[in-house]
């Protein structure tokens, strides 16, 4: 990395976390990810969501479609686990260079996790055989049963699922908790083995829940997990300011409509994608941590998933920008709005 006081040139860094949907969506947010991010891991959670190799090829040929022809952006595709998932379709999706890991969504924890593991039982045997290739498990690491309270699911996934049994019967297990909300997730990752990481978005590391709940309800904050306490924004900080290799860039954006957010029960999801790296870049220089920057939006997550750095760079100066307002998805009627849309950044991406 080279820095000036006014300047940041890092390796081009990659999206370890991110939903882009398909159809006129797909179209409308991918540009953004492309202008700024060599690689992503895309999410699987369509509906139907993405289960085999044959779906996974289809769903990819449709992102790279809508790549700019300015862009060399690679989507690095996943498969969402089921009950029903055969361990020789992941395998076989894995070898071929198809998945490069599989996602576990608890059933009815998040967005279209309808399709999601309802016993652990039932995932057992994909485990093992992942585990025995090397192939990542992207945890969506809330507990979904219904008596936990929504501010404790992330804890209580920790304790009942990943220290009571995953990393125990499972302990070469490459396992990615992803979009750690709480100080519980970033000790218990600091504190586990290198086949153990998490992704951290940059919302989280920005807003805590009283940005969501005071002064009126605002729903472009609202995502799952939920943003916590104050005390959990500040251990992510300090997790991501430290320099842990554990820890890499996901931003998780997600984006939905406007009308699908403001509405009687609104989407879970914040689409931050446009000015992520600003944002990740401010955290970071707040955090008086530049010097880890570059590790890790553009080393720590390529040295998790073992795969080599990016090779161009994206540089960064000190200039000020207002982030964008709404987007409109053509023919939809509707638009997404950015995280953090008319406020004001002090860094700006100037090129590739
Ligand atoms: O806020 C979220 N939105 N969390 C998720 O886990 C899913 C995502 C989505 O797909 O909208
Ligand atoms: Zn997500």
Excluded at 211 to 235: F, M, S
Aim: charged letters at 20%; hydrophobic letters at 40%.
């Amino acid at each position: 990395m080279t820095t000036t006081p006014n300047k940041l040139t890092i390796i081009q860094p990659d999206d370890w976390h991110l939903h882009l949907r398909d159809g006129t969506t797909l179209s409308t947010v991918l540009p953004f990810t492309a202008a700024h991010y060599g690689r992503a891991i895309v999410m699987p959670n369509l509906t139907p969501p993405v289960t085999t190799t044959a779906e996974a090829i289809a769903y990819r040929e449709r992102i790279i479609a809508a790549v700019p022809v300015d862009s060399d952006f690679e989507p690095l595709m996943t498969c969402y686990l089921t009950d029903h998932t055969d361990p020789n379709e992941v395998e076989k999706g894995f070898l071929e260079g198809v998945f490069t890991a599989v996602k576990l969504y608890p059933a009815r924890a998040t967005t279209n996790s309808d399709f999601g593991v309802t016993a652990w039982d039932n995932i057992r045997d994909v485990l093992a055989r992942m585990e025995k290739i090397g192939m990542p498990l992207l945890v969506h690491g809330e507990e979904a049963d219904p008596d936990i309270d929504i501010f404790d699911r992330e804890g209580a996934f920790i304790d009942r699922v990943l220290s009571d049994w995953m990393t125990h019967d499972y302990p070469e297990l490459k396992i990615v908790l992803e979009h750690i909300t709480t100080k519980d997730g970033a000790d218990f990752v600091r504190e586990a083995g290198s086949n153990i990481g998490a992704t951290v978005t940059p919302h989280h590391l920005v807003i805590n829940r009283n940005d969501i709940l005071t002064g009126g309800i605002r729903p472009h904050l609202y995502c799952l997990p939920i943003a916590k306490r104050e005390t959990h924004r500040q251990a992510l900080r300090q997790a991501v300011a430290s320099g842990d290799p554990s820890f890499f860039l996901g931003t998780d954006s997600a984006p939905h409509s406007i009308g699908a957010k403001e509405t009687d029960c609104g989407c879970a999801g914040i689409f931050n994608v446009p000015n992520a790296i600003e944002v990740y870049a401010r955290v970071f220089e707040e955090m008086d941590a530049l010097e880890h920057f570059e590790a890790f939006a553009s080393f720590n997550g390529p040295n998790f998933y073992g795969l080599d750095a990016n090779t161009g760079t994206l540089t960064l100066e000190r200039v000020q920008q207002t982030i964008i307002g709404d987007i409109e998805i053509p023919g939809a009627n509707d638009s997404i709005r950015p995280f953090l849309s008319g406020e004001s950044l002090n860094w700006s991406v100037v090129g590739l």
